[in-house]
């Protein structure tokens, strides 16, 4: 039924207290109820039901478990009870709804340590809330995200990193860092093959699940990137064979919690990504909104995820990149290789890669270099939408890249990289520039994004792709629904009916 928008479902007061977070469990929703969990300014979490109105219950109740902001709440996929909570202490805590979280503070007991990560199980007598404890990297946990099958889990910190772990097993799969400052939000791909992160440095960064490397950045808001999201509905994966996701089968039996496996309806997308076999049409779309109230439309396609594969109707340039750019065609590591650098230093010939072919002029001036635009009849049959540029890299800094032909490989929890050491020593950010972990932003193709529009006076915090809408507020207050290409009539009489006072484009 259309809502009315004037009377709401349900409605609550809070004192001394704000609420900061929120998620609805999908697996248990029905018309006569919804579990909704709600975390808050000073560390506790309430579920409650907003339409039975039911009593709710109170989780971390008396701040013995954390004391800290309540930074992200999700239900595990596949679970009716469990969820985990995040906080800006840099913790995260796996509860059960079944169970209560005890008058004193828990005590705890290692399970698993690695790079700039620790488990904990609560020790007692009977169970109780919280059944893990995560610590993770340093600072606040800012965010963190579900892969669409459930056995991964995507979090990004203050500290600039996004930490890819296999939730059941508790291990590292892979690590990214920032170009600069935290990380704010992070979202994956319908088919769980990427993930995006934005943050603090004004960037949308594109990582690869499988290779454990940056891909892409995207260039387009003027401050921070408070939220990025796939667009599952325009979002099109075309696989020639189909293929399961990847996953690790090691899982600790008793990390399950009689937790079931998230259903594989869930990511209708979901393949194994495999550079044997890749889809014969990709195009990914994906928004972002930030602080400078900008919503940004970005198209990830095939030329970015496969700019060395052989596409016929583009190896007709070979002369994109003159030989007199050494750095591109015999130093560095190669932003379209699958973890292996594909150049060595005797090549004479470089790879063409992709280039700007809309927009002249680069969105990252103040990197001093150079933009350039592909031949526009070449560009427009390589992707319709992408809009693309690479710079050339300093004369000053092509001794330092031809040290640097190493592997963007997997990165993973047993890996002696001291990049990834934080838990020990504190990470040097400078020292991570031009790494795997942060490729420098000339070794990368940088995405300008399609469409870039102000659509709000204050700092923008919400962006929800439906299938008729997209769903956007802002710190003001304001809900908006944006309607679709074709969907505006359709939404604007169900608002008209139901909102006089709505927003409707």
Not at 122 to 136: D, E, F, H
Not at 190 to 207: A, H, Q, S
Not at 266 to 282: A, E, H, I, W
Not at 308 to 321: D, E, G, K
Request: with cysteine; aromatic share 8%.
């Amino acid at each position: 039924q259309a809502a009315d928008l004037s009377k709401p479902i349900d409605k609550r007061i809070y004192k001394g207290t704000q609420p900061t977070c929120h998620d609805f469990n999908h697996l248990t929703a029905t018309a006569e109820s919804v579990s909704l969990l709600v975390g808050f300014s000073a560390g506790q979490v309430q579920l409650i039901d907003p339409i039975k109105k039911e009593t709710s219950k109170l989780f971390n109740e008396e701040r013995l478990i954390d004391k800290s902001r309540v930074t992200c709440v999700k239900w595990v996929p596949g679970s009716e009870s469990l969820f985990l909570v995040a906080h800006s202490s840099g913790n995260m805590y796996l509860y059960n709804v079944e169970h209560t979280c005890g008058t004193t503070a828990p005590h705890y007991q290692l399970l698993k340590q690695g790079e700039s990560f620790a488990v904990h199980t609560c020790k007692s007598k009977s169970t109780r809330n919280p059944l893990l404890k995560w610590t993770v990297g340093e600072g606040a946990l800012n965010e963190f995200a579900f892969s669409p099958d459930g056995k991964f889990l995507a979090c990004v910190s203050q500290d600039g990193f996004l930490r890819v772990f296999n939730f059941d097993s508790v291990e590292l799969h892979g690590t990214m860092k920032s170009y600069f400052g935290g990380l704010l939000c992070v979202c994956w791909s319908p088919d769980g093959k990427y993930i995006v992160t934005g943050g603090e440095d004004d960037l949308v960064t594109v990582w690869s699940f499988v290779d454990c490397r940056v891909i892409a950045r995207g260039h387009g808001h003027k401050s921070w990137v408070s939220v990025v999201a796939f667009d599952p509905y325009t979002t099109s994966v075309e696989e020639s064979d189909p293929m399961e996701f990847s996953g690790s089968d090691e899982d600790f039996q008793d990390l399950h919690f009689g937790r079931d496996r998230a259903n594989s309806t869930q990511s209708r997308l979901s393949k194994r990504n495999s550079t044997d076999s890749r889809p014969v049409s990709v195009t990914y779309r994906f928004g972002s909104v930030g602080q400078d109230t900008q919503l940004c439309l970005w198209d990830l396609t095939e030329d970015i995820l496969f700019p060395h594969q052989p596409l016929s109707r583009a190896r007709t340039h070979t002369n994109v990149m003159n030989a007199t750019s050494p750095a591109a065609g015999s130093g560095g590591t190669n932003p379209g290789s699958n973890g292996n650098s594909i150049t060595t230093p005797g090549n004479s010939v470089p790879p063409p890669l992709p280039r700007s072919n809309s927009l002249p002029h680069s969105a990252v001036s103040n990197a001093g270099s150079k933009s350039s635009v592909m031949d526009g009849a070449i560009a427009s049959g390589v992707s319709k939408f992408a809009t693309l540029s690479l710079h050339d890299r300093k004369e000053r800094h092509h001794e330092k890249d031809h040290k640097r032909n190493h592997s963007m490989g997997h990165i993973s929890s047993k890996s002696s990289d001291k990049l990834n050491l934080v838990t020990k020593t504190k990470t040097d950010p400078a020292k991570t520039l031009g790494t795997p972990l942060c490729p420098r932003m000339e070794d990368v193709p940088l995405l300008e994004p399609l469409i870039c529009k102000k659509i709000a006076h204050e700092r923008l915090t919400v962006l929800i792709f439906l299938e008729d809408c997209i769903v956007t507020a802002c710190q003001e207050g304001f809900i908006c629904t944006w309607a679709r290409p074709g969907k505006v009539g359709l939404l604007s009489s169900q608002n008209q009916a139901n909102s006089p006072s709505g927003t409707v484009v």
